[in-house]
């Protein structure tokens, strides 16, 4: 599993992503990477076997995006604070409590670990909405943007 943590961290570094689980990159595993670090920086940590343990704060609306729907952004609650549990690389088991931006990321992408997109969250029009806004970007060839 190091090769493909190797291989997701090249990606979210070429992409400037805030996070990727393995399945951007066409692997069924349980592993994604996290920037941990302000928003205009890049601190990222590879996050392998991760779960939330624990949720804390209340469910707050944020924007949220995915290399997969690049320069498309929606609101989803989430918890403001969570207890994750994951492997490092060394295989050592570690527990961190994630808050604001950080800990919004982190739970997206262990969403999408678990085949859960963010859209899926979203109301059947919301969806749909996000969709179309996509789909007529496409055929303008304005899919700038970034997400994670």
Known sequence: MRSV?????DVARSVNAHGLAAAHIGRNEPLVVVS???????????LFNPEIVAIDGENS????????????E???????GVRLRYDNGDGESTELALTGFASRV??????QMKGIFFL?????????????????????GNLSGQGG
């Open 36 to 46: 941990f670090g302000p928003l205009e920086t890049r601190d990222y940590r590879l």
């Open 106 to 111: 982190a739970q997206h992408e262990i969403d």
């Open 74 to 80: 929606v609101d989803i609650a989430r918890p403001t």
């Open 120 to 140: 899926d969250k979203l109301s059947r029009l919301k969806r749909d909405a996000a969709l179309r806004r996509y789909g007529k970007r496409a055929r303008l």
């Open 5 to 9: 943590g190797a291989a997701l961290l």
């Open 61 to 72: 609306p944020g924007a949220e995006g995915s290399v997969s729907l690049p320069g498309i």
